[in-house]
């Protein structure tokens, strides 16, 4: 029976799950996915955090003791998911040690209402470090304008973090440069940089959504004929930037310190589009030293299905280029594309992480999870 997860961890692409929940932590289902399909990585975002305390009574007697302490909205919520967080880390240590720190990785989001305050999302970050104290913590801190400063100075201080909703490559390489910068600061500051992991996280599936949406509105055969091929160039040329950028004399010095990369992460890849392979964007991106976070679903799909494809993103780079030279012939403008990604991803967090306030405050209220 072939384990094609396997094969795609040979390839060198780290299979994260992109949920966590209490019910996955006491069922033992989170440690079974680790020992038997080759999870070795957990993402968390305000939605998922919002739909798992929503959905589950697991949270009831933590709920009660919160209520009893008198303690505000937002700290009940940090407690809770923290402790889902920290419990995640332990499930993922034996991933972490067997890796030598670069997986067995479980990503906490700052406070998406912070986007775009550096200073405040600078502090948060020291918070949750502290608060769930685990080596293989990793605090997400999405790419805004704001957000480039304060990843610098969040690895500066000795923190792993998961850069997240990244949709351009003019942003992804400012990232790249916000990481080198923060490990610059982190050695000049005496901490191990073995210790100091990252990743990059490229959204992928919600450009094809917003991409498709406009080339529908176009109309042309020439500009359907282009559906669904704008998310995948996009990450094989983030790719390539990463190539470029982990190549050079800057990262050299780091590297000799120590210092592992800052992997890219395939984010967003559950297919929007049932037109599409449930498997397209993890068969189509594969490459060393890089993670594809996935729903349970598409983990399933590809362990049943899925195939590898060895180079699908090093071999297509020609490809990807000339991808983006049709879009623009059609009429595309993929600046107000990415541009309206990151607007609406920092909403749609922001929202999710209000639902998951409101939720959380009725519950504090009734003393029970409601």
């Known amino acids: 029976m072939t384990d094609r997860l396997a094969e795609l961890s040979a390839q060198g692409v780290a299979v994260w799950l992109d949920d966590l929940s209490r019910v996955r932590l006491t069922s033992g289902s989170l440690d079974k996915m680790r020992r038997e399909q080759h999870m070795v990585g957990v993402t968390t975002n305000p939605s998922i955090f919002q739909k798992a305390l929503s959905d589950a009574d697991a949270y009831d007697q933590q709920v009660k003791d919160l209520a009893a302490q008198r303690v505000t909205v937002e700290e009940a919520v940090r407690l809770m998911t923290a402790a889902d967080v920290r419990a995640a880390c332990d499930v993922l240590r034996p991933a972490y040690d067997a890796s030598n720190g670069v997986d067995g990785r479980v990503s906490i989001e700052v406070d998406p209402r912070k986007a775009h305050e550096t200073e405040s999302t600078v502090a948060e970050a020291k918070t949750l470090w502290w608060l769930v104290d685990r080596p293989n913590l990793f605090i997400k801190i999405p790419a805004t304008l704001a957000g480039l400063p304060a990843i610098t100075a969040v690895l500066g201080a000795g923190i ?211």
């Open 160 to 370: 792993s973090v998961n850069v997240t909703l990244i949709f351009s490559l003019e942003r992804y390489r400012a990232v790249m440069d916000a990481f080198l910068a923060g490990l610059e600061q982190a050695k000049a500051n005496g901490h191990d940089l073995s210790k100091i992991g990252s990743v990059a996280s490229f959204f992928v599936s919600r450009v094809d959504s917003e991409v498709d949406k406009r080339l529908d509105k176009i109309g042309s055969d020439e500009a359907k004929a282009l559906k669904g091929k704008a998310a995948i160039a996009n990450a094989r040329l983030a790719y390539e930037a990463y190539e470029e950028v982990f190549s050079g004399d800057r990262w050299t010095a780091l590297k000799d310190a120590g210092a592992h990369p800052q992997r890219p992460l395939w984010a967003s890849t559950s297919t929007k589009n049932p037109d599409f392979p449930d498997t397209i964007y993890v068969e189509e991106l594969i490459a060393p030293g890089t993670v594809n976070t996935m729903p349970e679903s598409v983990i399933v799909a590809f362990a049943d299905h899925g195939t590898t494809k060895p180079g699908s993103i090093t071999s297509n780079y020609a490809d990807a280029k000339k991808v983006f030279a049709d879009l623009a012939a059609v009429g595309i403008d993929f600046d107000d594309v990415v541009k309206v990604l990151e607007e609406e991803g920092v909403e749609k967090f922001d929202a999710s992480w209000k639902e998951l306030l409101e939720h959380v405050e009725k519950s504090l209220k009734s003393g029970t999870s409601v």
